[in-house]
């Protein structure tokens, strides 16, 4: 079975403050992806990642992945109440079916 | 609007009866997802459905099922209601494989009394 473990699962930051939430797996992904969860609503993609060691940057976000296609990070650089939400990270496994495994989530609050 | 439509948005049923969602999925997309997501249990994969055919099924339990029908659609069908099954239900669609990532809707809230 893969799991992909997320920490920290909950994180209350001030306004300006830079974190970085962690994703891990003892499987390999043939890609990872991010997406952030609003109350009410569905998560939406936020970036996919496929290749090891691959690190992408999205204005005041950074995402990278393990060089072993088993874990990942986003990093958050002078949080914005904005940013609040659930991360979610995902694994596609490959294969005919693809479908994707979601990470624990971490809930960040940003405070003004 | 994400081009993934869920209905109904709320759902409130009592204990043993029988409720259907309904899904219809981004257009152009032919790979239909339900998830379920549960405070304790995080987002758990239910069933896929690729251009009309059952493709993976994941931790879906006997009294739910679901199709897809020959417009793409998709419903999830969720018998003999039990209070742990209240939970947010969504509906996600991607073009061909995850790799490229979901199009998620915004889901049924379904309360069981």
């Known amino acids: 079975t893969q799991l992909l473990e997320q920490s920290p699962q909950f994180l209350s930051i001030q306004e300006g403050e830079n974190l970085t939430v962690y994703c891990n797996s003892s499987s390999v992904f043939s890609s990872l992806q991010w997406y952030r969860q609003e109350p009410g609503e569905g998560p939406v993609l936020l970036v996919t990642?496929?290749?090891?060691?691959e690190v992408k940057k999205l204005k005041r976000l950074t995402f990278q992945f393990g060089d072993a296609r088993k874990d990942s990070s986003l990093h958050i650089t002078a949080a914005q109440p904005g940013d609040t939400g659930l991360y979610l990270c995902a694994g596609a496994g490959g294969g005919a079916t693809n479908k994707l495994i979601f990470g624990t989530g971490t809930l960040l609050a940003v405070q003004p | 609007d994400s081009g993934v439509t869920q209905t109904p948005k709320h759902l409130i049923t009592a204990t043993g009866q029988r409720v259907t969602l309904r899904c219809s999925p981004r257009?152009?997309?032919?790979?239909v997802y339900w998830y379920q997501q549960s405070l304790d249990q995080g987002l758990q994969f239910l069933i896929q459905y690729y251009n009309g055919e059952e493709r993976a099924k994941g931790n879906i339990l006997e009294r739910f099922s679901a199709q897809q029908f020959p417009d793409l659609h998709s419903e999830l069908n969720l018998s003999s209601l039990e209070l742990g099954d209240s939970a947010l239900y969504f509906c996600?669609?991607?073009?061909?494989?995850?790799?490229?990532?979901?199009?998620f809707g915004s889901g049924t809230r379904l309360t069981v009394v």
């Open positions: 257009s152009g997309d032919l790979s």
């Open positions: 990642v496929v290749t090891g060691g």
């Open positions: 996600a669609s991607s073009v061909e494989a995850a790799h490229y990532g979901y199009t």
